[in-house]
């Protein structure tokens, strides 16, 4: 029998019964137990979201650590994380769509000025603002990887002048200018009016949107961020949206989570909060990976979606 440690985040292991039913139905002698309980001491395999810091470490018999999201950033904040075990992250298409699909949503409401409309049909006023176009907004998508590529083509479909910006060269083709490195991060931040961070949490990209980052941004520029809320200087950001510098903001994460009740950001209409929805794992699409990576390691073989823990995305 393969036993299965699992957590998800919540006390209750609220998804367990769901990931249990997906997982048998594709591999055979499985059992899932609460990471919290004694016996998944034993466990072959982890397969967790925000586990407590130091447990895994005392799973003795571990093979495989499964993150229950594409993001690990909630694993290697552990300082005693197993370093000899292999951490594999999902890599769900399913959340690349979703996520997109949240994206497009923000920077639409954006373009067609839909806090504005709405606030007009709350007090019963019909008038209109002039339409803004796709043209007079170049995007800025930070992150392509996964999920920050299907971003850009769909926007770039959309009709959006689509720069992109990541740690290599990379090639998005013709439809989408493409920076790497420090150089390139100034000249994409200076050039777009609309900047969508989907970037992994990395020694490298906590705090990268500072106050001078959000002052290099054109005035007027809006700000979404779906990557993590670390990466921001929420400060810096909130102070940009209140003078005016930028239009506003969507953000789907946060620096702490749940946003606490006393955080200024609730008070500031121009920014949309989002309480870490963009995209959710989603056990349907994701067992197949899953039972995939499990039976690999099992066999003695390398998975797919290997995170590389020195780069830690
Ligand atoms: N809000 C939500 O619901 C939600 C859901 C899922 C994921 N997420 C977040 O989205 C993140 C990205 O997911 P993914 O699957 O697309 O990740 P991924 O496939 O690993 O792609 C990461 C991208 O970021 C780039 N990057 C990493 N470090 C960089 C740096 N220092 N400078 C410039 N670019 C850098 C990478 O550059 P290279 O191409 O050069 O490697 C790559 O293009 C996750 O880590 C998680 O934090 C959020």
Same mark, same amino acid.
């Given at each position: 029998m393969i036993t299965i440690a699992y957590h998800d985040g919540t006390p209750e292991n609220e998804k367990q019964i769901l990931w249990a039913e997906r997982l048998t139905a594709r591999l055979k002698h499985i059992r899932l137990v609460p990471l919290?309980?004694?016996?998944?001491?034993?466990?072959?395999i982890a397969l967790v979201?925000?586990?407590?810091?130091?447990?895994?470490?005392? $799973?003795? &018999?571990?093979?495989l650590i499964v993150s $229950?999201? &594409?993001?690990v950033d909630h694993l290697f904040s552990?300082?005693?994380?197993?370093?000899?075990v292999p951490v594999v992250r999902l890599v769900d298409p399913d959340m690349s769509h979703a996520l997109s699909h949240w994206v497009i949503l923000a920077l639409l409401d954006h373009l067609r000025d839909g806090p504005a409309y709405r606030l007009a049909a709350a007090e019963r006023r019909f008038d209109s603002l002039p339409q803004r176009q796709t043209a007079q907004m170049p995007v800025a998508v930070y992150g392509l990887g996964a999920i920050g590529r299907v971003i850009a083509h769909r926007l770039a479909a959309l009709g959006f002048a689509v720069q992109g910006w990541s740690r290599r060269p990379r090639d998005l083709g013709r439809s989408i200018h493409t920076y790497h490195g420090e150089q390139g991060f100034q000249n994409i931040v200076s050039s777009c009016r609309a900047h969508i961070c989907i970037l992994p949490l990395t020694a490298h990209t906590?705090?990268?949107?500072?106050a001078d980052v959000f002052a290099a941004m054109p005035a007027g520029s809006y700000f979404i961020n779906?990557?993590?809320?670390?990466?921001?200087e929420e400060d810096a950001l909130l102070n940009a949206v209140r003078t005016g510098h930028l239009a506003g903001a969507a953000l789907d994460?946060?620096?702490?989570?749940?946003?606490?009740?006393?955080?200024p950001f609730w008070k500031e209409t121009r920014i949309a909060i989002w309480p870490h929805v963009a995209a959710q794992t989603n056990p349907d699409t994701a067992a197949d990976q899953v039972a995939q990576a499990i039976s690999i390691v099992l066999a003695g073989g390398q998975p797919e979606h290997i995170v590389d823990k020195v780069r830690g995305y």
């Amino acid at each position: 029998m393969i036993t299965i440690a699992y957590h998800d985040g919540t006390p209750e292991n609220e998804k367990q019964i769901l990931w249990a039913e997906r997982l048998t139905a594709r591999l055979k002698h499985i059992r899932l137990v609460p990471l919290s309980a004694p016996h998944a001491e034993n466990a072959d395999i982890a397969l967790v979201w925000r586990p407590p810091a130091g447990r895994l470490r005392q $799973l003795n &018999q571990l093979r495989l650590i499964v993150s $229950l999201g &594409q993001g690990v950033d909630h694993l290697f904040s552990d300082p005693h994380l197993p370093d000899n075990v292999p951490v594999v992250r999902l890599v769900d298409p399913d959340m690349s769509h979703a996520l997109s699909h949240w994206v497009i949503l923000a920077l639409l409401d954006h373009l067609r000025d839909g806090p504005a409309y709405r606030l007009a049909a709350a007090e019963r006023r019909f008038d209109s603002l002039p339409q803004r176009q796709t043209a007079q907004m170049p995007v800025a998508v930070y992150g392509l990887g996964a999920i920050g590529r299907v971003i850009a083509h769909r926007l770039a479909a959309l009709g959006f002048a689509v720069q992109g910006w990541s740690r290599r060269p990379r090639d998005l083709g013709r439809s989408i200018h493409t920076y790497h490195g420090e150089q390139g991060f100034q000249n994409i931040v200076s050039s777009c009016r609309a900047h969508i961070c989907i970037l992994p949490l990395t020694a490298h990209t906590t705090n990268l949107f500072s106050a001078d980052v959000f002052a290099a941004m054109p005035a007027g520029s809006y700000f979404i961020n779906a990557g993590r809320g670390h990466q921001v200087e929420e400060d810096a950001l909130l102070n940009a949206v209140r003078t005016g510098h930028l239009a506003g903001a969507a953000l789907d994460v946060f620096v702490e989570e749940p946003l606490p009740d006393t955080h200024p950001f609730w008070k500031e209409t121009r920014i949309a909060i989002w309480p870490h929805v963009a995209a959710q794992t989603n056990p349907d699409t994701a067992a197949d990976q899953v039972a995939q990576a499990i039976s690999i390691v099992l066999a003695g073989g390398q998975p797919e979606h290997i995170v590389d823990k020195v780069r830690g995305y």
